[in-house]
């Protein structure tokens, strides 16, 4: 459980760094793609994110180890 948790907070400050630079790849582009068309996203105070785990799907899209909750990607 630990573990699991120190996982998650590695990968949301990964995902923000990584969505500050602007970092970007395929998979990402196709991750956003995905979202940007699902109807589970919603905005929150101007950010889209995922309606099942609450993460910034511009942030959660960037880090490889993430998983879409709804198996889409």
Do not use: A
């Not at 459980?1 to 990968?11: A, C, D, P, S």
């Not at 990584?18 to 950010?47: A, F, L, P």
């Amino acid at each position: 459980m630990v573990i699991t948790l120190f996982k998650k907070l590695r990968n949301i400050i990964i995902g923000n760094w990584r969505n500050i630079i602007g970092y970007q790849t395929d998979e990402t582009k196709r991750r956003r793609y995905i979202c940007k068309h699902c109807s589970d996203n919603i905005k929150v105070m101007g950010i889209k994110v995922c309606s099942h785990c609450g993460c910034p799907i511009k942030s959660k899209t960037t880090v490889e180890s993430e998983k879409c909750l709804m198996n889409k990607w």
